[in-house]
């Protein structure tokens, strides 16, 4: 027995090894989703659980549904698109961010 490893991606083909790539890629990106996914939640839950103390925490729930919202609605709906957009510029200036 020996201590060394084989890089046994040497020893594969080209389309094995681009298929490898593939599966290493897609691996990694399934993980970070997970992972997004369970920040998410994680700040749902938070922004349930404890109330705004004032209305720019309040505009930042709205704003994060207000996106959930926007992504949901189909490409065709450019009217509510846009209704979502005006109400966001509107927090923007009326918050002083811009």
Do not use: C, I
Request: net charge negative; no cysteine; proline share 3%.
């Amino acid at each position: 027995m020996t201590e060394q490893t084989v890089d046994l991606d040497k020893h594969r083909g080209m389309a094995a090894q681009k298929a490898t790539d593939l599966r290493r890629a897609l691996s990694e990106v399934e993980a970070q989703v997970r992972e997004l996914r369970e920040r998410e939640a994680d700040l749902e839950n938070r922004m349930m659980t404890v109330p705004a103390t004032s209305w720019p925490e309040a505009a930042v729930k709205a704003r994060h549904l207000l996106n959930l919202y926007a992504a949901s609605l189909p490409a065709e709906d450019t009217r509510h698109r846009a209704l979502v957009a005006a109400l966001l510029d509107d927090f923007v200036r009326l918050s002083g961010e811009d």
